[in-house]
């Protein structure tokens, strides 16, 4: 989709797995865009 | 020896492993196995009760060991169990999305729906529902797969027989039923396979490959997203360095934060 709307795209093979075997840089994902599952509790 | 004269033997014993390996996660359609305890619950072979009572076992059993590893081990056990899916991804999400809007009931529909079977336990513990309730609903769940597919096997042993009459024994009829039921599942399968084959007519590109544009003064024009659920966001999760997330459920509101400008590289777990 996001390449019919004209972006030009690509995926990372392996995904974050693949990039942290390589040992690239990460970084906490900011609490902002954490979002808590539903609870039943 | 065929599968009848199997159920004969050992009809109980393996109406139970075989439903406890559907109900902890393996691949394996259970549904068959229940139709043809079925059919031999029709030829007296079998007694109704304690099929009934070897499949509700094995399914609240496997649930149950489901909803505890759920419970703490979160979303590492639906990554984990949807590896054997076709698309994690999507089978991640499809569970999610089916539990969420369904609510507590799902359990008690979700063994019919591939895909959702085996995720709901699991889900059900993440989402911290009170062990009985779950249980209890878990119950009913099982007694309703459980008695429907009985039911089809009872039933339709007669009418097999009519429409196979050309094979030496119900046996065989019964080994047909299993292999052309197979061969459905196996078709289902490859069908949803090419339909997931689309997503790979994106350019694929090698973490090095990305890191060395990086390193480099191209670097500006690089945007990396990452695409994953929300479910994998465990608090005091990663993700890539400098990258951005967009909700992949949202796609179309979720645009309005990238860059035509730029060259997207989108990443999952």
């Not at chain 1, 995926?11 to 906490?28: C, F, N, T």
């Not at chain 2, 529909?109 to 699991?122: H, R, S």
């Not at chain 2, 089809?152 to 050309?166: A, C, M, N, P, W």
């Not at chain 2, 400008?261 to 989108?266: A, P």
């Amino acid at each position: 989709m996001l390449r019919e709307k004209g972006f030009n795209t690509f995926v990372i093979v392996g995904g974050l797995a693949a990039w942290r075997k390589a040992g690239e840089p990460v970084e906490s994902v900011p609490e902002n865009d954490l979002v808590k599952l539903p609870t039943f509790s | 020896m065929n599968l009848l004269s199997l159920m004969a033997r050992h009809g109980y014993a393996l109406t139970f492993c075989l439903l406890l390996a559907e109900a902890i996660g393996l691949p394996f359609p259970a549904a068959i196995a229940l139709v043809a305890a079925g059919a031999a619950v029709a030829a007296h072979t079998l007694w109704g009760p304690y099929v009934l009572l070897a499949a509700v076992t094995a399914l609240l059993l496997g649930d149950t060991v489901q909803f505890w590893l759920g419970r703490y081990m979160g979303w590492l056990l639906l990554g984990f169990l949807c590896r054997v899916s076709i698309n994690p991804e999507t089978c991640i999400l499809r569970s999610a999305e089916s539990f969420y809007k369904r609510g507590k009931v799902t359990l008690v529909i979700a063994k019919f729906i591939p895909g959702v079977n085996t995720m709901a336990a699991p889900l059900a513990g993440s989402m911290k529902m009170r062990f009985w309730q779950f249980l209890r609903l878990d119950f009913v769940g099982a007694m309703i797969y459980s008695l429907t597919y009985l039911l089809v096997g009872f039933l339709s042993r007669d009418f097999l027989k009519v429409v196979l009459q050309g094979f030496h024994a119900a046996g065989r009829a019964m080994e047909a039923v299993v292999v052309a039921a197979l061969v459905v599942y196996a078709v289902y399968r490859v069908v949803q396979y090419r339909k997931h084959r689309m997503y790979r007519v994106v350019p694929r590109v090698q973490v090095q490959e990305l890191a060395a544009r990086l390193a480099s003064e191209d670097a500006g024009k690089v945007q990396i997203v990452d695409v994953r659920s929300h479910g994998y966001y465990d608090s005091g999760g990663a993700r890539i360095k400098g990258s951005i997330r967009i909700e992949p459920n949202n796609l179309e509101e979720e645009l309005k934060h990238l860059s035509k400008d730029k060259d997207i590289y989108l990443y999952c777990t």
